[in-house]
Structures are given as structure tokens and as C-alpha cells.
């Protein structure tokens, strides 16, 4: 199967390496009150969070006493398994791009697709090629843990800020541990093939 996506300039956002190894608690302004959240799939250029709001596209944000702004640039409604079960796929798919070489043809490719809507089944298919076969049960099992963690909202927010630039500096820098056991596991795990 061979699927054509269109061409769109390289983004930070998108082909950027993001950090899920740990999350970074920040707080918005929501009605004069901080409401917290945590960050995740960050890094410099912004991040996503989940959340049981509808927020405005102006976000005023914080960590301790660190203040920026952040535009919401997209935003899904999770209240259909259908769009659960595409972000549980584009993730996973997310997840292998990640394991490729930074910028290989079909690392970009995966990236790609990861933003042309529904197409599950064939994303799937492209998944089992990778050798990431997921039968149905373990899917269903995943999409059931997944409908219990996320609450309705799903975020991606784009931060151009100095004060985050430090923030995620600051998040590396204590989390280099963490990312240093990945990659040791990762060539292990390669190794091991």
C-alpha cells in the first residue's frame, strides 16, 4: 500500500523531538483562579495537555513564579472512541518515527501521516509493517485504559517564550537521567533483535 501525503514545510512543532518522559506541571489562569495541568510531548516550541475545559485560544500560563502565554493551536474533543482510538494509533505511531534516524525518509513520512485524519485501519496496516502488529484485544485493552486517563479536551499548545525556553531547559537538565536510561534501553532493546 502506498500512501501520498501532501508536502508541508518541516516544523519545529512536528518534527521536533518531544519529551514524554516526564511531564511538566504548569498552571493557567482560568476565571481569576490557577488551574493546574501537565504538560506532555513537550519541548521548546510548546506542548499538548488534556483537560474537562473548553478554553479560550489565549492561555496565560505559569510554573512557580514564571510567567508566559501560549496560543492553543489545535484542539480535539475526545468524546468518540473513534477519535480516541486515532490519537491511541497516531501515538504509537509517534512513538516509532521517534525510534527511526532523525530526518530518514520514511521517519518524516510517519510523521506525516500522523496529521491525515481518521484512516486507522491503514495506519494500523503501516504499523504491522513496522512490526508493531497490535491485535484487537490489546488495542480494545489500551482504548479502555486511554477512555479512563483522558479527560474530554486534548490540546496542543505553541509557546514562543524565553521564561519556557528555561522551563524546558530546566526539565531536561533534571530529567537527563531518565532519557539516558531510554536510550540505553533502546539500544539494548535493538541489540536484542
Known amino acids: 500500500m502506498v500512501l501520498t501525503l501532501p508536502e508541508s514545510p518541516p516544523s519545529l512543532a512536528r518534527d521536533g523531538d518531544r519529551h514524554t518522559h516526564i511531564g511538566i506541571r504548569l498552571q493557567f489562569r482560568s476565571a481569576n483562579q490557577w488551574e493546574r495541568f501537565e504538560a506532555l510531548g ?4 510548546g506542548f499538548n495537555f488534556f ?8 492561555l496565560e500560563l ?6 508566559f502565554d501560549g496560543q492553543v493551536v489545535w484542539r480535539n ?7 480516541l482510538l486515532e490519537s491511541l494509533v497516531n501515538a504509537l505511531i509517534y512513538k516509532r518515527a521517534s525510534e527511526m534516524g532523525s530526518g530518514s525518509g520514511l521517519q518524516i513520512r510517519l510523521l506525516k501521516l500522523i496529521r491525515v485524519s481518521a484512516m486507522v485501519n491503514e495506519k494500523r496496516k503501516i504499523l504491522a509493517s513496522l512490526g508493531l502488529d497490535i ?7 489500551m482504548l479502555e485504559r486511554k477512555r479512563l486517563e483522558n479527560p474530554m479536551y486534548h490540546y ?16 531536561l ?10 536510550k540505553w534501553s533502546s539500544a539494548l532493546a535493538r541489540e536484542n533483535l
Not at 483537560?51 to 489565549?58: E, F, G, I, K, T
Not at 505559569?62 to 510567567?67: A, E, F, M, N, P
Not at 474533543?77 to 477519535?83: G, H
Open 51 to 58: 483537560h474537562a475545559l473548553d478554553l479560550p485560544d489565549q
Open 156 to 171: 496542543g499548545v505553541k509557546v514562543e517564550s524565553e521564561a519556557w525556553s528555561g522551563v524546558v531547559k530546566n526539565a
Open 173 to 182: 537538565s533534571i530529567s537527563s537521567v531518565v532519557v539516558s536510561l531510554e
Open 77 to 83: 474533543r475526545n468524546t468518540s472512541d473513534e477519535v
Open 62 to 67: 505559569k510554573r512557580g513564579l514564571t510567567r
Open 42 to 45: 513537550w519541548n521548546n516550541v
Open 135 to 141: 491485535p484487537d484485544e490489546q488495542l480494545n485493552d
